[in-house]
Nanobody, 124 residues
Framework: QVQLVESGGGLVQAGGSLRLSCAASGRTFSGYGMGWFRQAPGKEREFVAAISWSGGVTYFADSVKGRFTISRDNAKNTVYLQMDSLKPEDTAVYYC?????????????????WGRGTQVTVSS
């Protein structure tokens, strides 16, 4: 079992920045890929970013490419999502998740453990 807790969400003006953290406890997550997804009201959960277990490979949705950065610190069992140049359309609940299975990083079904999410609200 892996428990994931997201933090760092909040209210920010358009153009601002936030840094989300996802802390894992339980079994070590150093062998897992990690991903961030988001879900806005009335919309389906969508992929945001992901990182391989070593941190050497990253993936981003086109909508956040160039604005968001993902990183991880396996010694601290934590993955981060740095969000810059935020837009109102980035408003959503952001979830982190672990990925142990082989397969696409872009697909939510490939992930197993999920956090409860943190709210990000970007005002115009």
């Amino acid at each position: 079992q892996v428990q994931l807790v997201e933090s760092g969400g909040g209210l920010v003006q358009a153009g601002g920045s936030l840094r989300l953290s996802c802390a894992a406890s339980g079994r070590t997550f150093s062998g897992y890929g990690m991903g961030w997804f988001r879900q806005a009201p009335g919309k389906e959960r969508e992929f945001v970013a992901a990182i391989s277990w070593s941190g050497g490979v990253t993936y981003f949705a086109d909508s956040v490419k160039g604005r968001f950065t993902i990183s991880r610190d396996n010694a601290k069992n934590t993955v981060y999502l740095q969000m810059d140049s935020l837009k109102p359309e980035d408003t959503a609940v952001y979830y982190c998740a672990t990925k142990r299975r082989a397969g696409s990083y872009y697909v939510a079904g490939m992930y197993d453990y999920w956090g409860r999410g943190t709210q990000v609200t970007v005002s115009s």
